[in-house]
């Protein structure tokens, strides 16, 4: 039977979408975008894991869950794609601005949105208003973990708003995305 159905349900589908990171496990590696990154993306990676070990109270899988990191290097990554290191990591708005217009990462994950229940957005501020300008994701399917500036226009587009705590995610917001993602598979 597929992953994508547990006692005869389909599965709500997942995807949590974050930045590269400044730490990379081994830069001469080839590992998979999931693997690749540490330092902040560790948060990220923490959530990934515990909405995909998550069960419901019969015991069964609660969601199928996807990441995708997008990067300085390669742009938009599916977590499970292998990668190689790299030198320069964006860290300001004219970074996320020029890569974008390399790599055209904003129109494809906005694109890739499309066929997931939810999404999670975990990065940093200026790379969210690129979104945001953009314009082309669904009412309703962003989680956004971001900066309190995007607070209004978060819910003029009916997306979840959380208030970034810690270095990606916090604590206190991986457990609000997990009650928010449970309620969500109750439908």
Avoid: H
Avoid at 46 to 68: I, Q
Avoid at 82 to 88: A, E, K, L, W
């Amino acid at each position: 039977m597929s992953q994508f159905y547990t006692d005869m349900k389909i599965l709500k589908r997942i995807l949590i979408v974050t930045n590269d990171s400044t730490v990379f496990k081994d830069k001469k590696r080839l590992l998979s975008a999931f693997e690749m990154f540490e330092g902040r993306a560790t948060e990220v990676k923490n959530l990934v894991a515990r909405l995909d070990l998550a069960k419901t109270e019969t015991g069964s899988k609660l969601c199928d869950v996807s990441y995708g990191v997008i990067t300085s290097k390669y742009g938009f990554v599916p977590g499970n794609y292998m990668i190689t290191g790299y030198d320069d990591v964006m860290d300001s708005k004219e970074d996320y601005i020029a890569v974008n217009d390399e790599k055209g990462y904003v129109e494809q994950v906005s694109y890739l949105t499309r066929p997931f229940d939810k999404v999670i957005f975990c990065m940093p501020k200026e790379m969210f208003r690129l979104f945001l300008e953009f314009n082309d994701i669904a009412y309703g399917k962003i989680i956004a973990v971001t900066n309190p500036e995007f607070k209004d226009e978060c819910e003029k587009r009916g997306w979840v708003y959380l208030e970034r705590k810690g270095a990606r995610v916090g604590n206190e917001n991986a457990d609000r995305i997990e009650e928010i993602v449970r309620e969500l598979c109750k439908q």
